[in-house]
Protein backbone atom coordinates (compact mmCIF):
# COMPACT_ATOMS: atom_id res chain seq x y z
CA UNK A 1 0.00 0.00 0.00
CA UNK A 2 0.98 3.52 -1.63
CA UNK A 3 2.21 5.91 1.68
CA UNK A 4 1.18 9.64 2.28
CA UNK A 5 4.48 10.43 0.44
CA UNK A 6 4.41 8.20 -2.20
CA UNK A 7 4.96 10.82 -5.24
CA UNK A 8 3.13 8.37 -7.85
CA UNK A 9 -0.27 9.45 -6.41
CA UNK A 10 -2.12 12.53 -7.58
CA UNK A 11 -1.06 15.94 -5.83
CA UNK A 12 -5.32 16.03 -4.60
CA UNK A 13 -4.86 12.58 -3.18
CA UNK A 14 -1.96 13.13 -1.70
CA UNK A 15 -3.37 16.46 -0.45
CA UNK A 16 -6.27 14.70 1.22
CA UNK A 17 -4.07 11.91 3.10
CA UNK A 18 -2.35 14.96 4.99
CA UNK A 19 -5.45 16.61 6.02
CA UNK A 20 -6.82 13.15 7.25
CA UNK A 21 -3.55 12.61 9.26
CA UNK A 22 -3.36 15.97 11.03
CA UNK A 23 -7.04 15.82 11.50
CA UNK A 24 -6.61 12.52 13.06
CA UNK A 25 -3.77 14.13 14.89
CA UNK A 26 -5.91 17.02 15.81
CA UNK A 27 -8.60 15.01 16.89
CA UNK A 28 -6.24 13.20 19.54
CA UNK A 29 -7.92 14.35 23.36
CA UNK A 30 -4.08 15.19 24.72
CA UNK A 31 -3.40 16.95 21.20
CA UNK A 32 -6.54 19.46 21.70
CA UNK A 33 -6.30 20.28 25.24
CA UNK A 34 -2.46 21.35 24.40
CA UNK A 35 -3.43 23.35 21.42
CA UNK A 36 -5.78 24.84 23.89
CA UNK A 37 -4.09 25.46 26.89
CA UNK A 38 -1.18 27.00 24.56
CA UNK A 39 -3.52 29.39 23.31
CA UNK A 40 -4.16 30.69 26.64
CA UNK A 41 -1.21 30.96 27.67
CA UNK A 42 -0.10 32.61 24.82
CA UNK A 43 -2.84 34.71 25.22
CA UNK A 44 -2.10 35.08 29.39
CA UNK A 45 1.48 35.17 29.40
CA UNK A 46 3.06 35.62 26.49
CA UNK A 47 1.72 38.52 24.92
CA UNK A 48 1.16 40.79 27.96
CA UNK A 49 5.37 40.30 28.59
CA UNK A 50 5.45 41.29 24.72
CA UNK A 51 3.45 44.16 25.19
CA UNK A 52 5.31 45.41 28.04
CA UNK A 53 8.75 44.76 26.63
CA UNK A 54 7.10 47.14 23.53
CA UNK A 55 5.38 49.68 25.84
CA UNK A 56 9.59 50.41 26.87
CA UNK A 57 10.67 50.88 23.74
CA UNK A 58 7.62 53.11 22.32
CA UNK A 59 6.68 56.65 22.82
CA UNK A 60 4.15 57.53 24.92
CA UNK A 61 1.79 60.69 25.24
CA UNK A 62 3.87 60.93 28.86
CA UNK A 63 7.15 61.21 26.69
CA UNK A 64 6.60 63.55 24.07
CA UNK A 65 7.65 66.61 26.51
CA UNK A 66 10.99 64.43 27.09
CA UNK A 67 11.71 63.85 23.40
CA UNK A 68 11.75 66.43 21.17
CA UNK A 69 10.33 65.96 18.01
CA UNK A 70 8.73 62.65 18.28
CA UNK A 71 5.51 61.11 17.96
CA UNK A 72 3.32 58.60 19.53
CA UNK A 73 4.27 54.93 18.77
CA UNK A 74 7.59 56.17 17.63
CA UNK A 75 10.73 53.77 18.25
CA UNK A 76 12.47 54.93 21.54
CA UNK A 77 15.48 53.82 23.99
CA UNK A 78 14.75 56.62 26.34
CA UNK A 79 12.90 55.02 29.22
CA UNK A 80 15.89 52.34 28.94
CA UNK A 81 19.02 55.53 28.75
CA UNK A 82 16.81 57.04 31.63
CA UNK A 83 16.93 54.36 33.80
CA UNK A 84 20.21 52.78 33.29
CA UNK A 85 22.33 55.31 32.28
CA UNK A 86 21.56 59.19 33.02
CA UNK A 87 22.06 60.39 36.26
CA UNK A 88 18.61 59.65 37.65
CA UNK A 89 19.16 55.79 37.23
CA UNK A 90 21.05 55.58 40.47
CA UNK A 91 17.85 56.84 42.50
CA UNK A 92 15.24 55.06 40.15
CA UNK A 93 17.01 52.36 39.61
CA UNK A 94 20.64 51.27 41.18
CA UNK A 95 19.67 52.40 44.88
CA UNK A 96 16.65 50.55 45.25
CA UNK A 97 18.08 46.88 42.87
CA UNK A 98 20.75 47.27 45.87
CA UNK A 99 18.20 47.54 48.74
CA UNK A 100 15.88 44.52 46.93
CA UNK A 101 19.23 42.43 47.21
CA UNK A 102 20.12 43.35 50.73
CA UNK A 103 17.05 42.37 51.94
CA UNK A 104 16.11 39.67 49.71
CA UNK A 105 19.75 37.96 50.79
CA UNK A 106 19.65 38.87 54.02
CA UNK A 107 15.99 37.81 54.59
CA UNK A 108 16.67 34.62 52.86
CA UNK A 109 20.14 33.64 55.14
CA UNK A 110 17.43 34.43 58.39
CA UNK A 111 15.12 32.01 56.87
CA UNK A 112 17.32 29.46 56.25
CA UNK A 113 18.82 29.45 59.68
CA UNK A 114 16.22 29.52 61.16
CA UNK A 115 13.90 27.39 59.03
CA UNK A 116 17.07 24.77 59.18
CA UNK A 117 17.83 25.00 62.88
CA UNK A 118 14.06 24.65 63.55
CA UNK A 119 13.79 21.47 61.19
CA UNK A 120 17.20 19.88 62.83
CA UNK A 121 15.25 20.10 66.02
CA UNK A 122 11.74 18.85 65.38
CA UNK A 123 13.10 15.91 63.23
CA UNK A 124 16.53 14.96 64.67
CA UNK A 125 16.15 15.37 68.15
CA UNK A 126 14.08 13.73 71.08
CA UNK A 127 12.89 17.39 71.12
CA UNK A 128 9.14 17.02 73.08
CA UNK A 129 6.09 18.75 71.67
CA UNK A 130 7.03 18.42 68.19
CA UNK A 131 4.06 18.31 67.20
CA UNK A 132 3.41 21.24 68.86
CA UNK A 133 5.92 23.33 67.22
CA UNK A 134 5.56 22.05 63.12
CA UNK A 135 2.09 23.43 63.69
CA UNK A 136 2.97 26.70 64.82
CA UNK A 137 6.22 26.90 61.96
CA UNK A 138 3.24 26.92 59.66
CA UNK A 139 1.16 29.67 60.92
CA UNK A 140 3.78 32.83 59.51
CA UNK A 141 2.97 31.63 56.41
CA UNK A 142 -0.86 31.37 56.21
CA UNK A 143 0.12 35.05 57.23
CA UNK A 144 -0.22 37.59 54.75
CA UNK A 145 3.22 39.01 54.30
CA UNK A 146 3.34 42.07 55.48
CA UNK A 147 1.38 41.18 58.90
CA UNK A 148 4.93 40.91 60.85
CA UNK A 149 5.80 43.98 59.52
CA UNK A 150 2.54 45.85 60.69
CA UNK A 151 3.12 44.81 64.07
CA UNK A 152 6.86 45.93 63.80
CA UNK A 153 5.96 49.33 63.82
CA UNK A 154 3.22 48.89 66.33
CA UNK A 155 6.21 47.57 68.75
CA UNK A 156 9.27 49.44 67.72
CA UNK A 157 8.10 53.06 65.61
CA UNK A 158 9.21 55.76 67.01
CA UNK A 159 8.49 59.74 66.71
CA UNK A 160 11.16 60.74 64.79
CA UNK A 161 10.22 58.35 62.06
CA UNK A 162 7.03 57.35 62.60
CA UNK A 163 5.28 60.87 63.62
CA UNK A 164 3.98 58.73 67.33
CA UNK A 165 5.47 56.14 69.28
CA UNK A 166 5.37 52.46 69.37
CA UNK A 167 4.57 50.67 72.12
CA UNK A 168 8.36 49.95 73.44
CA UNK A 169 8.71 54.30 73.20
CA UNK A 170 5.75 54.12 75.70
CA UNK A 171 6.16 52.05 77.61
CA UNK A 172 10.14 52.65 78.51
CA UNK A 173 9.59 56.13 77.58
CA UNK A 174 13.01 55.85 75.38
CA UNK A 175 12.67 56.15 71.56
CA UNK A 176 13.95 52.63 69.70
CA UNK A 177 16.70 54.13 67.08
CA UNK A 178 15.80 54.80 63.70
CA UNK A 179 17.84 51.98 61.99
CA UNK A 180 15.45 49.14 64.46
CA UNK A 181 12.27 51.36 63.72
CA UNK A 182 11.99 51.59 59.89
CA UNK A 183 14.53 50.50 56.74
CA UNK A 184 16.66 47.35 55.93
CA UNK A 185 17.22 45.80 59.39
CA UNK A 186 12.99 45.69 60.23
CA UNK A 187 12.23 44.50 57.07
CA UNK A 188 14.33 41.60 56.67
CA UNK A 189 13.71 40.57 59.90
CA UNK A 190 9.84 40.75 59.26
CA UNK A 191 10.19 38.64 55.63
CA UNK A 192 12.71 36.00 57.61
CA UNK A 193 10.62 35.35 59.81
CA UNK A 194 7.76 35.26 57.96
CA UNK A 195 9.15 33.02 55.07
CA UNK A 196 11.51 30.63 57.37
CA UNK A 197 8.89 28.22 56.70
CA UNK A 198 9.75 27.43 53.05
CA UNK A 199 13.03 26.21 54.86
CA UNK A 200 11.18 24.33 58.02
CA UNK A 201 9.19 22.12 55.78
CA UNK A 202 12.04 21.64 52.64
CA UNK A 203 14.28 21.02 55.10
CA UNK A 204 12.26 18.69 57.54
CA UNK A 205 11.47 16.78 54.35
CA UNK A 206 14.55 16.08 53.66
CA UNK A 207 16.04 15.28 56.85
CA UNK A 208 13.65 12.62 56.99
CA UNK A 209 14.73 11.17 54.26
CA UNK A 210 18.12 10.90 55.13
CA UNK A 211 18.95 7.06 56.52
CA UNK A 212 20.85 7.84 59.86
CA UNK A 213 23.21 5.20 59.49
CA UNK A 214 25.43 7.55 57.09
CA UNK A 215 25.82 9.06 59.57
CA UNK A 216 26.27 6.10 62.02
CA UNK A 217 29.51 5.11 59.37
CA UNK A 218 31.17 8.08 59.28
CA UNK A 219 30.88 8.31 63.20
CA UNK A 220 32.48 4.78 63.23
CA UNK A 221 34.98 6.39 60.92
CA UNK A 222 36.14 8.61 63.65
CA UNK A 223 34.87 11.97 62.05
CA UNK A 224 33.75 14.47 64.54
CA UNK A 225 29.86 15.89 64.44
CA UNK A 226 30.75 19.23 62.54
CA UNK A 227 32.69 17.43 60.10
CA UNK A 228 29.48 14.71 59.90
CA UNK A 229 27.14 17.78 59.39
CA UNK A 230 29.04 19.52 56.85
CA UNK A 231 30.23 16.10 54.87
CA UNK A 232 27.40 13.96 54.89
CA UNK A 233 23.99 15.87 56.12
CA UNK A 234 24.50 19.04 54.38
CA UNK A 235 25.25 17.85 51.01
CA UNK A 236 22.37 15.63 51.11
CA UNK A 237 20.11 18.59 51.80
CA UNK A 238 21.12 21.06 49.18
CA UNK A 239 18.49 20.11 47.03
CA UNK A 240 15.98 21.46 50.22
CA UNK A 241 18.31 24.50 50.86
CA UNK A 242 17.97 25.14 47.20
CA UNK A 243 14.30 25.38 46.89
CA UNK A 244 13.82 27.07 50.05
CA UNK A 245 16.39 29.30 48.71
CA UNK A 246 14.75 30.08 45.64
CA UNK A 247 11.41 30.53 47.05
CA UNK A 248 12.47 32.73 49.35
CA UNK A 249 14.51 35.30 47.62
CA UNK A 250 12.68 35.29 44.60
CA UNK A 251 9.39 36.24 46.78
CA UNK A 252 11.18 38.68 48.65
CA UNK A 253 12.43 40.44 45.98
CA UNK A 254 9.32 40.95 44.38
CA UNK A 255 7.33 41.72 47.71
CA UNK A 256 5.70 44.84 48.11
CA UNK A 257 4.18 44.90 51.79
CA UNK A 258 6.87 45.18 53.58
CA UNK A 259 8.84 47.60 52.33
CA UNK A 260 6.20 49.57 51.42
CA UNK A 261 5.19 49.52 55.67
CA UNK A 262 8.66 50.02 56.89
CA UNK A 263 10.65 51.41 53.88
CA UNK A 264 8.98 53.85 52.24
CA UNK A 265 8.27 56.48 55.31
CA UNK A 266 11.90 56.67 55.34
CA UNK A 267 12.50 57.04 51.47
CA UNK A 268 14.04 53.07 51.71
CA UNK A 269 12.65 52.20 48.52
CA UNK A 270 12.78 48.54 46.88
CA UNK A 271 12.53 47.65 43.21
CA UNK A 272 8.84 47.41 43.84
CA UNK A 273 8.10 50.27 45.91
CA UNK A 274 9.63 52.35 43.07
CA UNK A 275 7.59 50.19 40.38
CA UNK A 276 4.63 51.18 42.52
CA UNK A 277 5.38 54.47 42.37
CA UNK A 278 6.02 54.94 38.78
CA UNK A 279 2.84 53.76 38.06
CA UNK A 280 0.94 55.58 40.41
CA UNK A 281 1.78 58.62 37.93
CA UNK A 282 1.40 56.98 34.63
CA UNK A 283 4.72 56.64 34.20
CA UNK A 284 4.62 53.31 32.97
CA UNK A 285 7.61 53.18 30.16
CA UNK A 286 9.98 53.88 33.03
CA UNK A 287 7.89 51.07 35.43
CA UNK A 288 8.31 48.86 33.16
CA UNK A 289 12.45 48.72 32.67
CA UNK A 290 11.74 47.87 36.83
CA UNK A 291 9.73 45.07 35.81
CA UNK A 292 12.36 43.76 33.18
CA UNK A 293 14.90 44.15 35.53
CA UNK A 294 13.28 42.31 38.54
CA UNK A 295 12.17 39.44 36.07
CA UNK A 296 15.92 39.04 34.79
CA UNK A 297 17.09 38.66 38.50
CA UNK A 298 14.31 36.14 38.91
CA UNK A 299 15.52 34.19 36.03
CA UNK A 300 19.12 34.06 37.02
CA UNK A 301 18.00 33.08 40.64
CA UNK A 302 16.22 30.08 39.10
CA UNK A 303 19.16 29.10 36.25
CA UNK A 304 21.71 29.44 39.51
CA UNK A 305 19.44 27.00 41.90
CA UNK A 306 19.08 24.40 38.45
CA UNK A 307 22.73 24.62 38.20
CA UNK A 308 23.87 23.71 41.80
CA UNK A 309 21.21 21.07 42.57
CA UNK A 310 22.26 20.01 38.19
CA UNK A 311 25.90 19.44 39.34
CA UNK A 312 25.24 16.42 41.96
CA UNK A 313 24.41 13.53 39.74
CA UNK A 314 22.68 11.78 42.56
CA UNK A 315 21.16 12.82 45.81
CA UNK A 316 19.70 8.81 46.63
CA UNK A 317 19.60 8.85 50.86
CA UNK A 318 17.20 5.96 50.92
CA UNK A 319 18.77 2.03 49.61
CA UNK A 320 17.10 -0.93 49.27
CA UNK A 321 18.50 -2.67 52.98
CA UNK A 322 16.21 -0.61 55.11
CA UNK A 323 15.79 2.55 56.95
CA UNK A 324 16.86 3.94 60.38
CA UNK A 325 15.98 6.91 61.50
CA UNK A 326 17.95 7.83 64.87
CA UNK A 327 17.29 10.88 67.16
CA UNK A 328 19.88 13.05 69.53
CA UNK A 329 19.17 12.91 72.71
CA UNK A 330 19.22 16.01 73.77
CA UNK A 331 19.54 14.99 77.79
CA UNK A 332 19.89 18.14 80.21
CA UNK A 333 19.16 20.49 77.50
CA UNK A 334 15.84 19.07 76.31
CA UNK A 335 13.89 21.41 78.73
CA UNK A 336 15.54 24.55 78.25
CA UNK A 337 15.77 24.10 74.00
CA UNK A 338 11.84 23.12 74.26
CA UNK A 339 10.96 26.19 76.08
CA UNK A 340 13.26 28.26 73.59
CA UNK A 341 11.31 27.01 71.13
CA UNK A 342 8.51 27.38 72.29
CA UNK A 343 8.76 30.96 73.41
CA UNK A 344 10.63 31.71 69.81
CA UNK A 345 7.20 30.47 68.05
CA UNK A 346 5.14 32.17 70.42
CA UNK A 347 6.90 35.43 69.58
CA UNK A 348 6.55 35.16 65.58
CA UNK A 349 2.82 33.27 65.47
CA UNK A 350 0.86 35.25 68.34
CA UNK A 351 2.35 38.29 69.35
CA UNK A 352 2.13 40.00 65.80
CA UNK A 353 -1.92 39.02 66.00
CA UNK A 354 -2.01 39.99 69.55
CA UNK A 355 -0.20 43.63 69.07
CA UNK A 356 -2.54 44.73 65.83
CA UNK A 357 -5.56 43.59 67.92
CA UNK A 358 -4.21 45.84 70.38
CA UNK A 359 -3.74 48.55 68.56
CA UNK A 360 -7.24 48.76 67.20
CA UNK A 361 -8.71 48.91 70.89
CA UNK A 362 -6.82 52.43 70.63
CA UNK A 363 -8.67 55.79 69.89
CA UNK A 364 -5.60 57.54 69.32
CA UNK A 365 -2.32 56.28 67.89
CA UNK A 366 0.38 56.47 70.03
CA UNK A 367 -1.40 55.91 72.90
CA UNK A 368 -1.13 52.82 74.12
CA UNK A 369 -2.89 53.44 78.14
CA UNK A 370 -6.75 51.99 79.20
CA UNK A 371 -7.88 55.31 79.16
CA UNK A 372 -7.27 55.30 75.45
CA UNK A 373 -9.63 52.17 75.07
CA UNK A 374 -12.31 51.88 72.29
CA UNK A 375 -14.31 49.70 69.91
CA UNK A 376 -14.38 52.79 67.41
CA UNK A 377 -12.45 50.70 65.09
CA UNK A 378 -14.65 47.84 65.35
CA UNK A 379 -18.23 48.75 65.38
CA UNK A 380 -17.93 52.58 65.79
CA UNK A 381 -21.03 54.77 64.02
CA UNK A 382 -18.60 56.91 62.21
CA UNK A 383 -16.97 60.25 63.54
CA UNK A 384 -14.83 62.93 62.08
CA UNK A 385 -12.45 62.35 65.38
CA UNK A 386 -12.42 59.03 64.56
CA UNK A 387 -10.54 57.66 60.89
CA UNK A 388 -11.67 60.15 58.62
CA UNK A 389 -15.06 59.91 59.51
CA UNK A 390 -15.23 56.15 58.46
CA UNK A 391 -17.62 53.86 60.57
CA UNK A 392 -16.08 50.81 62.50
CA UNK A 393 -14.93 48.05 60.29
CA UNK A 394 -17.52 45.58 61.10
CA UNK A 395 -20.25 48.28 60.19
CA UNK A 396 -18.26 50.02 57.48
CA UNK A 397 -19.99 49.22 54.26
CA UNK A 398 -16.38 49.49 51.94
CA UNK A 399 -14.83 46.47 54.03
CA UNK A 400 -17.84 44.61 53.54
CA UNK A 401 -17.59 44.89 49.68
CA UNK A 402 -14.02 44.43 49.97
CA UNK A 403 -14.22 41.18 51.98
CA UNK A 404 -16.43 40.03 49.13
CA UNK A 405 -14.01 41.28 46.57
CA UNK A 406 -11.46 38.89 48.27
CA UNK A 407 -13.82 35.59 48.08
CA UNK A 408 -15.31 36.03 45.41
CA UNK A 409 -11.78 36.83 43.60
CA UNK A 410 -10.09 33.65 45.24
CA UNK A 411 -13.25 31.89 44.77
CA UNK A 412 -13.28 32.18 41.01
CA UNK A 413 -9.42 32.33 40.81
CA UNK A 414 -9.33 28.79 42.62
CA UNK A 415 -12.16 27.38 40.10
CA UNK A 416 -10.10 28.37 37.03
CA UNK A 417 -6.68 27.70 38.34
CA UNK A 418 -8.12 23.61 39.44
CA UNK A 419 -9.55 22.88 35.83
CA UNK A 420 -6.60 24.60 34.32
CA UNK A 421 -4.31 22.08 36.57
CA UNK A 422 -6.59 18.95 35.71
CA UNK A 423 -6.64 19.63 31.62
CA UNK A 424 -2.91 20.94 32.06
CA UNK A 425 -2.22 17.54 33.70
CA UNK A 426 -3.78 15.48 30.96
CA UNK A 427 -2.46 17.49 28.28
CA UNK A 428 1.14 17.09 29.51
CA UNK A 429 1.25 13.68 30.70
CA UNK A 430 -0.70 12.04 27.92
CA UNK A 431 1.71 13.33 25.68
CA UNK A 432 4.68 13.07 27.59
CA UNK A 433 7.89 13.07 24.87
CA UNK A 434 6.54 15.10 22.71
CA UNK A 435 7.20 18.52 21.93
CA UNK A 436 4.02 19.68 22.02
CA UNK A 437 3.84 18.27 25.70
CA UNK A 438 7.59 19.56 26.44
CA UNK A 439 6.30 23.16 25.02
CA UNK A 440 3.02 23.01 27.35
CA UNK A 441 5.21 22.49 30.30
CA UNK A 442 7.70 25.09 29.60
CA UNK A 443 5.71 27.39 28.92
CA UNK A 444 3.48 26.80 31.34
CA UNK A 445 6.76 27.24 33.88
CA UNK A 446 7.22 30.54 33.20
CA UNK A 447 4.89 32.76 35.53
CA UNK A 448 6.57 30.98 38.42
CA UNK A 449 10.13 32.82 37.12
CA UNK A 450 7.93 36.36 37.31
CA UNK A 451 7.68 38.33 40.68
CA UNK A 452 4.35 39.19 41.89
CA UNK A 453 4.69 43.01 41.41
CA UNK A 454 6.20 42.63 37.82
CA UNK A 455 3.30 40.00 36.72
CA UNK A 456 0.76 42.79 37.65
CA UNK A 457 2.90 45.35 36.05
CA UNK A 458 2.43 43.20 32.99
CA UNK A 459 -0.95 43.22 32.79
CA UNK A 460 -0.80 46.71 32.87
CA UNK A 461 0.17 47.29 29.31
CA UNK A 462 -1.94 44.60 28.12
CA UNK A 463 -4.90 45.21 28.60
CA UNK A 464 -4.88 49.24 29.12
CA UNK A 465 -6.41 49.44 25.61
CA UNK A 466 -8.49 46.49 23.21
CA UNK A 467 -6.77 43.46 21.97
CA UNK A 468 -8.66 41.57 19.16
CA UNK A 469 -12.55 40.86 20.49
CA UNK A 470 -11.62 41.27 24.05
CA UNK A 471 -12.42 44.60 25.18
CA UNK A 472 -10.17 46.86 27.51
CA UNK A 473 -10.02 45.02 31.31
CA UNK A 474 -8.42 47.76 33.24
CA UNK A 475 -10.31 48.74 35.87
CA UNK A 476 -12.16 45.43 36.41
CA UNK A 477 -12.94 42.78 38.15
CA UNK A 478 -12.41 40.23 35.44
CA UNK A 479 -8.78 41.61 34.91
CA UNK A 480 -8.30 40.56 38.83
CA UNK A 481 -9.72 37.13 38.14
CA UNK A 482 -7.32 36.67 35.06
CA UNK A 483 -4.22 37.99 36.40
CA UNK A 484 -4.06 35.79 39.26
CA UNK A 485 -5.11 32.92 37.22
CA UNK A 486 -2.63 33.18 35.16
CA UNK A 487 0.24 34.10 38.02
CA UNK A 488 -1.50 30.53 39.91
CA UNK A 489 -0.94 28.62 36.07
CA UNK A 490 2.89 26.78 37.04
CA UNK A 491 1.13 25.24 40.17
CA UNK A 492 -1.76 24.20 39.13
CA UNK A 493 -0.11 22.35 35.76
CA UNK A 494 2.28 20.83 38.53
CA UNK A 495 -0.08 19.49 40.63
CA UNK A 496 -2.22 18.50 37.49
CA UNK A 497 0.40 16.50 36.48
CA UNK A 498 1.08 15.00 40.13
CA UNK A 499 -2.91 14.08 40.18
CA UNK A 500 -2.71 13.00 36.46
CA UNK A 501 0.13 10.57 37.24
CA UNK A 502 -1.51 8.36 39.50
CA UNK A 503 -3.91 6.94 36.72
CA UNK A 504 -3.40 4.25 34.92
CA UNK A 505 -3.46 4.90 30.89
CA UNK A 506 -5.08 0.97 30.70
CA UNK A 507 -8.25 2.76 32.42
CA UNK A 508 -8.72 4.84 29.15
CA UNK A 509 -7.72 2.72 26.78
CA UNK A 510 -10.63 0.18 28.26
CA UNK A 511 -13.26 2.65 27.76
CA UNK A 512 -11.80 3.59 24.33
CA UNK A 513 -12.12 -0.01 23.73
CA UNK A 514 -15.17 -0.61 24.99
CA UNK A 515 -16.48 2.75 22.82
CA UNK A 516 -16.53 5.70 25.26
CA UNK A 517 -15.52 8.57 23.44
CA UNK A 518 -12.94 11.35 24.80
CA UNK A 519 -15.19 13.43 26.93
CA UNK A 520 -17.32 10.79 28.24
CA UNK A 521 -13.78 8.84 29.55
CA UNK A 522 -12.77 12.08 30.79
CA UNK A 523 -15.98 13.00 32.47
CA UNK A 524 -17.01 8.71 33.68
CA UNK A 525 -12.95 8.33 34.27
CA UNK A 526 -10.04 10.88 34.31
CA UNK A 527 -12.02 13.78 36.52
CA UNK A 528 -13.36 11.86 39.19
CA UNK A 529 -9.90 10.32 39.47
CA UNK A 530 -8.23 13.30 39.84
CA UNK A 531 -11.24 15.07 41.77
CA UNK A 532 -9.18 14.95 44.99
CA UNK A 533 -5.70 16.55 43.71
CA UNK A 534 -8.89 19.18 42.16
CA UNK A 535 -10.43 19.79 45.27
CA UNK A 536 -6.95 20.71 47.20
CA UNK A 537 -5.72 22.78 44.22
CA UNK A 538 -8.79 24.87 44.58
CA UNK A 539 -8.55 25.20 48.74
CA UNK A 540 -4.91 25.35 48.16
CA UNK A 541 -5.22 28.50 45.54
CA UNK A 542 -8.05 30.10 47.29
CA UNK A 543 -5.81 30.88 50.49
CA UNK A 544 -2.82 32.04 48.17
CA UNK A 545 -5.27 34.40 46.40
CA UNK A 546 -7.20 35.86 49.38
CA UNK A 547 -3.78 37.14 51.09
CA UNK A 548 -2.55 38.44 47.76
CA UNK A 549 -0.88 41.72 47.25
CA UNK A 550 2.02 42.26 45.39
CA UNK A 551 0.42 40.61 42.35
CA UNK A 552 -2.55 43.10 42.38
CA UNK A 553 -1.86 45.98 44.17
CA UNK A 554 -1.15 47.99 40.71
CA UNK A 555 -4.43 47.00 39.39
CA UNK A 556 -6.68 47.25 41.98
CA UNK A 557 -9.11 50.26 41.76
CA UNK A 558 -11.61 51.59 44.62
CA UNK A 559 -14.64 49.50 43.12
CA UNK A 560 -12.08 46.74 42.48
CA UNK A 561 -10.70 46.95 46.24
CA UNK A 562 -9.46 43.95 48.13
CA UNK A 563 -8.96 43.67 51.49
CA UNK A 564 -5.19 43.47 51.16
CA UNK A 565 -5.31 46.34 48.80
CA UNK A 566 -7.62 47.89 51.61
CA UNK A 567 -4.76 47.46 54.17
CA UNK A 568 -1.93 49.51 52.76
CA UNK A 569 -4.48 52.43 51.53
CA UNK A 570 -5.45 52.66 55.16
CA UNK A 571 -1.98 52.98 56.11
CA UNK A 572 -0.84 55.41 53.46
CA UNK A 573 -3.62 57.20 54.64
CA UNK A 574 -2.44 57.23 58.10
CA UNK A 575 -5.25 55.27 59.17
CA UNK A 576 -3.01 52.45 61.12
CA UNK A 577 -5.75 51.24 63.63
CA UNK A 578 -8.10 50.76 60.55
CA UNK A 579 -5.57 48.98 58.75
CA UNK A 580 -4.70 46.54 61.27
CA UNK A 581 -8.70 45.40 61.91
CA UNK A 582 -8.86 45.13 58.39
CA UNK A 583 -5.74 42.67 58.50
CA UNK A 584 -7.26 41.05 61.28
CA UNK A 585 -10.30 40.35 59.19
CA UNK A 586 -8.53 39.21 56.18
CA UNK A 587 -5.90 36.58 58.49
CA UNK A 588 -9.61 35.64 60.13
CA UNK A 589 -11.13 34.74 56.52
CA UNK A 590 -7.60 32.85 55.84
CA UNK A 591 -7.72 30.75 59.04
CA UNK A 592 -10.92 29.75 58.13
CA UNK A 593 -10.37 28.48 54.67
CA UNK A 594 -6.96 26.73 55.58
CA UNK A 595 -9.21 24.92 58.46
CA UNK A 596 -11.28 23.78 55.56
CA UNK A 597 -7.92 22.83 53.67
CA UNK A 598 -7.14 20.94 56.94
CA UNK A 599 -10.73 18.97 56.75
CA UNK A 600 -9.90 17.69 53.06
CA UNK A 601 -6.07 16.89 53.43
CA UNK A 602 -5.75 15.92 56.61
CA UNK A 603 -3.57 19.35 57.89
CA UNK A 604 -0.97 18.81 55.18
CA UNK A 605 -0.29 22.55 54.54
CA UNK A 606 3.75 21.13 53.40
CA UNK A 607 2.05 19.79 50.00
CA UNK A 608 0.61 22.74 49.06
CA UNK A 609 3.78 24.78 49.72
CA UNK A 610 6.06 22.46 47.57
CA UNK A 611 4.34 23.48 44.81
Known sequence: MAGFSDTSLPWSQRLT?????????????????????????????IIPLYRMVMTTITVAEIDLRAIDGAEIGDFTLYHWVRMLSSKIAVIMTFEPLVHSLTISLGATVLALTIGGLMAWMVVRTDMPGREIVHLLATIPYIMPSWTIAMAWTVLFK?????????????????????????????????????????????VSAALLSIDSS????????????????????????????????????????????GPNVLGVPVRYYTLSTMLRSNTGIGNYGDAFVLAVVLIMFAMTTVMLNQKLVGTRKSYETIGGRGFMSKKMKLRNWKGILTFFMLIFEFIIAVLPLSLLIYS??????????????????????????VNNGEPGVLLNPKIWKGAWNSIRLSLFTAFFTALFGVIL????????????????????????????????????????????????????????????????????????????????????????????????????????????????????????????LSLIILLVTPSTAVLASMTMRYIENGNEQQANAVIIILITLVLIGNFIISRFRGGSLKKGLGM
Open 214 to 257: LEEAGELAGASRSRIMRKITFPLVIPAIASGFIMTFSKTMGTFG
Open 360 to 385: TLMLRTGDYSLSNFTLAHWIGQGDLT
Open 17 to 45: AIVRRVFHWLTKPHVFLSLIMLVIIFYMV
Open 425 to 548: GYAIVKGRGTRLSKLVEQLSFIPYVIPGIAFGAVYISMFTKPFGPIPALYGTFALLVVVSVAKHIPYSSRSGVSAMLQVSKELEEAAAIAGAGPWHRFKRIIFPLTSTGFVSGFLLTFITTMRE
Open 158 to 202: NRTSGGTPGLLEFLTGSAPPDWLAYGPIPIIISSGLHYYTFFFLF
